[in-house]
């Protein structure tokens, strides 16, 4: 069966500090992958998808970037964290033959920036 | 474009007690629909799905929801709530373009 593994499940950084939250899938094979981030008391911002190995597409210009260096890993990254970074950090997977792209999300990380 | 709108950001409701979560999407294409649970320092986890066929779906821990094309809504229900159910649900539409937008979120309290 499939998995979706993150980590760290929390994370305290100062601001100005970098950041690298990985997510991996396990069974499963040219997976879609999806950061997403939720704010206090917000719902879900999509950040990033990619649809495979080096293909990223970013949803909003902002603070942090994305890579996927192997197939079913996904990487969150920031060169210099800002207070508005904190917040938690969702990865999700779903099967590109699949219709209706339903996606399969991970535990979360927990992020704040002090 | 694709949108989502849940109407209620919070719905409290006493233990036992019936409870509807409302949704409405806008597309143009056809579309398949979903609703999620997120716990508390969770991930979300899928409660149901429409993707095609009869319009009333079952899910995971009693919920149903009922997909009404005319109305573009896709409200989520439950007969009996517990005190378990506590937990915030999000409304999300696909139109197979390979991203999912979700609604804003309703947070449902239950009461004893």
């Known amino acids: 069966s499939q998995t979706i593994h993150q980590w760290p499940a929390t994370l305290v950084q100062p601001v100005g500090s970098p950041l690298s939250l990985e997510c991996t899938v396990e069974?499963?094979?040219?997976?879609?992958l999806y950061w997403y981030r939720q704010a206090a008391g917000r719902g879900l911002q999509l950040l990033f998808y990619s649809v495979g190995i080096g293909q990223i597409s970013s949803e909003v210009p902002q603070n942090l970037s994305a890579s996927r260096p192997q197939d079913r890993q996904f990487i969150l990254s920031s060169k210099k964290l800002l207070l508005s970074d904190s917040g938690f950090y969702l990865c999700?997977?779903?099967?590109?033959?699949?219709?209706?792209?339903?996606?399969?999300f991970g535990p979360g990380t927990r992020l704040t920036v002090t | 474009a694709q949108s989502v709108t849940q109407l209620d950001s919070q719905v409290p409701v006493f233990e036992e007690a019936p409870v509807e979560l409302r949704c409405n999407y806008s597309?143009?294409?056809?579309?398949?629909l979903f609703w999620y649970v997120q716990y508390p320092n969770q991930g979300l986890q899928l409660l149901l799905k429409?993707?095609?066929?009869?319009?009333l779906v079952k899910g995971i821990n009693g919920f149903e929801a009922e997909f009404n094309k005319s109305q573009t809504s896709f409200h989520l229900r439950k007969p009996s709530v517990h005190i378990s159910d506590t937990a915030e649900y999000f409304c999300a539409v696909s139109d197979s373009a390979s991203k999912i937008i979700f609604g804003s979120g309703t947070r449902l309290s239950i009461r004893p």
């Open positions: 429409y993707l095609s066929g009869s319009t």
């Open positions: 999700a997977w779903s099967v590109m033959r699949e219709p209706s792209y339903e996606q399969y």
């Open positions: 069974g499963t094979s040219n997976p879609n």
């Open positions: 597309s143009s294409v056809s579309v398949y």
